[in-house]
């Protein structure tokens, strides 16, 4: 079955960098996508960003362009996110999501990390 | 970025009701739209794809329309497990945005 495990809890003071791990099993690493998607306390859901497991191609919103930087290791299937420059508002879980496709192209995200929270303070 | 708006942001309704949560795209996104349900402390869970096709395993209860800007979400007979979160969610762009939430809670 597909599973997704994240890395635990961090806890980080402004300005500071951290990088989140997403550990894939059950299916073939390259072929599926994954996307990020974070929650800050009590707020929705925003996209952060995707990366391609196949060839490590990537689209990051527009807001984190030039903080966050997605990467794969495809010998351990685990896919990264870092963010760097941290504030106070990118306390929030961060998810990692795996692409799924259906039959007409259109995508959607089934299988979801478990979340990991970031809490930025000084 | 495509902008996605839900509303209402909140509603309360009761066991048995009928409800329909809406969700509005700033520009055309076909039949790319999906819908997510969360619940505190976990992650999103998928219920509807491609605007109207319902996930396996979610209850035939909740089902889905629209095409182009507007998109409904409706939950015909609401059950005490749907009160939750709900995200609609565009796929037509690369760059991926949702709405904002609406918050279904016991009136």
């Known amino acids: 079955q597909v599973q997704l495990v994240q890395s635990g809890a961090e806890v980080k003071k402004p300005g500071a960098s951290v990088k989140v791990s997403c550990k894939a099993s059950g299916y073939t690493f390259t072929s599926y996508g994954i996307s990020w998607v974070r929650q800050a306390p009590g707020q929705g859901l925003e996209w952060m960003g995707w990366i391609s497991a196949y060839n490590g191609n990537t689209n990051y919103a527009q807001k984190l362009q030039g903080r966050v930087t997605m990467t794969t290791d495809t010998s351990t299937s685990t896919a990264y996110m870092e963010l760097r420059s941290l504030r106070s508002d990118d306390t929030a879980v961060y998810y990692c999501a795996r692409d799924l496709h259906d039959d007409y192209g259109h995508p959607m995200w089934v299988y979801w990390g478990q979340g990991t929270l970031v809490t930025v303070s000084s | 970025d495509i902008q996605m708006t839900q509303s209402p942001s909140s509603l309360s309704a009761s066991v048995g009701d009928r409800v329909t949560i809406t969700c509005r795209a700033s520009?055309?996104?076909?039949?790319?739209l999906n819908w997510y349900q969360q619940k505190p402390g976990k992650a999103p869970k998928l219920l509807i794809y491609?605007?109207?096709s319902l996930q396996s395993g979610v209850p035939s209860r909740f089902s889905g329309s629209g095409s182009g800007t507007d998109f409904t979400l409706t939950i015909s007979s609401l059950q005490p497990e749907d009160f939750a979160t709900y995200y609609c969610?565009?796929?037509?762009?690369?760059?991926?945005?949702f709405g904002q939430g609406t918050r279904l809670e016991i009136k």
């Open positions: 969610q565009q796929s037509y762009s690369t760059l991926r945005t």
């Open positions: 520009q055309s996104i076909s039949s790319y």
């Open positions: 491609a605007a109207s």
